[in-house]
């Protein structure tokens, strides 16, 4: 494992800062900085905690650093199905079943699937059931010639996006995992390079559009978060919820979602 002082220097530099914007950031001197970075100084564990938090690093990564410094960690990490996270995984149904008949999912840091609402499934007719096994990649799905690539009608745009926002999270994470997907995804068939994408200046936000349902469908999306998580797993959650971003595709998800409930009613 690396020294405290070595991880420490990578996560200010993967924020853009120097040893004096950190110093300043921190309420501590540069000199400091230096010494705890170089391994002159020994930091404390609430000074490595201090640090981090002024580096946003992850609760994950935090605990690293608490290791590698000697100290133990102090952010439990269970799974979600643990009784302890009973709480965060009712909060995270109520919250999936809430924005139905939208579709909406909740992925892992690695955007794995963990959960998803009844309305998902119309938007994964026709997808390989090979990419539904699990683990199951949201953005595997989303981009291979197997997935939902070949039936969105704005492929180019819509890869774009997603490789861009793939791309950005790689880099802040310092994710070896992140960064491995995000090569795998951009050798995908599917149009121009990520750099190539310019919106449109009406464009409010980059629209998914989507044959399903027998219809061409148009959607919005939104990334929701567990902002005051102090235990990793839940603060590694997100939500992406998918809003009708017309009349005519919410009218498709009020029938489907009707007929669900026709066949099979919701509990």
């Given at each position: ?178 960064a491995t997907l995000y090569d795998e995804l951009a050798a995908y068939p599917g149009g121009r390079s990520p750099a190539a ?71």
């Open positions: 494992m690396s020294s405290v002082g070595t991880m420490l220097r990578d996560w200010r530099q993967r924020r853009r800062l120097s040893q004096l914007g950190l110093a300043l950031g921190a309420g501590v001197s540069a000199r400091h900085i230096s010494f705890v970075e170089t391994g002159r100084s020994r930091p404390s564990a609430e000074m490595v905690l201090h640090l981090a938090d002024r580096l946003d690093v992850p609760l994950r990564e935090r605990n690293r650093l608490l290791l590698a410094a000697g100290y133990a960690p102090v952010f439990a990490q269970n799974d979600l199905d643990d009784p302890q996270m009973g709480p965060a995984r009712a909060a995270l149904d109520a919250i999936l079943r809430g924005h139905e008949p939208n579709p909406a999912l909740a992925v892992d840091r690695h955007w794995g699937m963990v959960a998803a609402n009844r309305a998902l499934p119309l938007l994964l007719e026709g997808v390989d059931p090979a990419l539904l096994e699990p683990p199951v990649n949201v953005l595997r799905v989303a981009l291979h010639p197997d997935g939902l690539a070949p039936r969105i009608l704005n492929l180019a745009e819509w890869r774009a996006h997603l490789l861009e926002r793939l791309g950005r999270q790689a880099v802040s994470s310092g994710d070896p995992a992140l994408h310019a919106p449109e200046p009406s464009e409010l936000a980059v629209t998914l559009r989507i044959r399903a349902a027998g219809a061409d469908l148009a959607f919005i999306s939104t990334i929701t978060s567990f902002g005051t998580a102090t235990e990793v797993t839940l603060s590694e959650l997100a939500i992406e919820s998918f809003f009708p971003a017309d009349a005519a595709t919410a009218e498709v998800l009020r029938r489907a979602a009707a007929e669900a409930d026709r066949l099979i009613p919701a509990s």
